[in-house]
């Protein structure tokens, strides 16, 4: 069973514009939200982060919003660069485990 | 500037053989992670560790093992290596389960042939 979800599995977003990556989870458990991104043959690296105790949280062109009575998640782009082009994983973890759960992925394409 | 570093980028190995994956992180951090991550299936967890020789199954730990004799190194083996784990192998680590998430190595590709 799937506890967190990425249903988009590719994106294509012009050059400037917003981009919109969608996240919902299961658990209502679960306490901590991260995205990463990842760039082919590399590993991921962390990209920003959420507490359920927030609604959103802003680091430059990136913004996570929270919405915790649909258990959804959403990471915002702005403006939208080609090197933003990669797959976006969002990550669930609840108080006090060791581990976080990985959605599927998004791959988003931004074109110039 | 922190690291988790990964033996090997690439390996191709052949049906059968026992395979080992080395990863080494220099941030002391206690939880060390595997995962592969496969098209469609995002990353998905091996095995991991929470101490030196502590280890926990993670979702998906038929036909590997694990090895955290030091902190600082946390080896994934594959015991007969088999065509369907085939796949790119992500190394993690982090001090806290908190908003800092994990640091990753830069994967190894694995292809068994």
């Known amino acids: 069973d799937q506890q967190v979800k990425q249903n988009s599995p590719s994106l294509s977003v012009q050059e400037g514009r917003i981009s919109i990556l969608n996240c919902d989870y299961t658990?209502?458990?679960?306490?901590?939200f991260l995205w990463y991104k990842k760039y082919p043959a590399e590993g991921p690296t962390f990209l920003i982060s959420i507490s359920s105790i927030k609604d959103k949280n802003e680091d430059g062109r990136f913004t996570v919003f929270l919405n915790k009575s649909a258990k959804h998640l959403s990471l915002h782009i702005v403006p939208s660069q080609p090197g933003d082009s990669a797959v976006y994983f969002c990550a669930a973890s609840g108080r006090g485990t060791y581990k976080y759960i990985f959605g599927t992925g998004t791959r988003l394409k931004v074109l110039a | 500037d922190v690291k988790v570093t990964q033996s090997s980028r690439y390996l191709v190995k052949r049906t059968g053989e026992k395979v080992f994956l080395e990863c080494v992180q220099d941030m002391d951090h206690e939880n060390m992670f595997w995962y592969r991550q496969d098209p469609g299936l995002g990353l998905r967890l091996i095995y991991f560790s929470y101490d030196v020789k502590m280890k926990e199954k993670g979702d998906i730990p038929e036909g590997y093992s694990v090895s955290r004799e030091k902190k600082e190194r946390f080896s994934l083996i594959l015991e007969s290596a088999s065509t369907n784990q085939t796949s790119m192998y992500l190394c993690?680590?982090?001090?806290?389960?908190?908003?800092?998430?994990?640091?990753f190595g830069s994967g190894t590709r694995l292809t068994v042939v």
């Open positions: 993690a680590s982090s001090l806290v389960l908190s908003l800092y998430g994990y640091t």
């Open positions: 658990n209502s458990m679960f306490d901590y």
